[in-house]
């Protein structure tokens, strides 16, 4: 159960360790070059949206305090072979935060995600997301079945809030949600980026966890804070039958050892998920294991 009580740190909490990171003294590992996506970004209140390629529409969602750059390491090769929409929550990378400081966060993305694909007539897109934005997966998939084509649920629970216990609750896990939150609001902005391993178990490298503690340090804790919140109080079990989208996969990572197959196997007992186990990987698998990464996802998406 300890395993699990830290993966809750990394799947729901982690921008309370990382939106204060210490500077240190060696060096990082130089960043790739992102993809040059195309020059119009889409501004919408809770939203917004950057594209790139041509073909079939792919949906790409990040998780808590991440940005779209979350990404970069598979957009390059997708947009190939497909249209690629990359979703940022205002606030998760600097920038306004818009509409994100209230109440119906959640909500209003999924509302604003499904009014552009609508406006845009965008036809059977796949919705790929990590951490929260798998849950925001799961919402369009389950509340908004028109405008999904298919869902891929990147290391997130359909309820967060089980990593507590098997017996967890919406009205158990307030108490929690709200401490979070509070601390969320409460944590001082960065003042220098970090340089060194942070430590974690957001990745299973020193790189990989000193690019989430960056992305997190630039995240606005007032967007962080309503986030953390709704994920923990939210409990998406009861709508994943509607979720007809097909192929409907679930990828989840294994660090935790034998209890992470059994939480994952709890949560989504009974829907039409596909488990898919990825070894030797915490929360950003992509991160950690691009490779598995990228084969999960061309599976995903079938031949082209």
Known sequence: MNHLLLRLSVAVLAPIAILHPQGAHCQTTPAAAAPALDPVVTQ?????????????????????????????GVVGDLARTHRVYLVQVNGFAGGDIRENDKAGLLDGIAADL??????????????VGHSIGGLLA???????????????????????????GPTATVEGARPFAEQAKA???ATPPATAPVTSDPGGIWSITPEGRIKVANWGAKADPRVSAEAIYEAMTTDIRPELAKITAKPFTVLYATGAGP???????????????????????WHFIMLDQP??????LNAFLGPQ
């Open 138 to 164: 799961m919402m369009m998939g389950a509340r908004y079945p028109q405008s999904t084509g298919s869902v891929m649920v990147v290391d997130a629970l359909p309820f967060f809030s089980l990593l507590f």
């Open 183 to 185: 601390r969320t609001l």
């Open 291 to 296: 490779a598995a990464f990228t084969q999960a």
């Open 44 to 72: 919408l209140p809770h939203i917004s949206i950057a594209t790139i390629g041509k073909g079939p529409a792919v949906i790409l969602i990040p998780g808590l305090a991440s940005p779209r750059a979350v990404w970069d």
């Open 114 to 127: 499904n009014g552009y694909i609508v406006a845009n007539k965008i036809k059977d897109p796949a919705i």
């Open 259 to 281: 209890q992470a197959k059994a939480l994952w196997e709890l949560g989504y007992a009974g829907s039409p998920a596909k488990l898919v186990p990825i070894a030797d990987s």
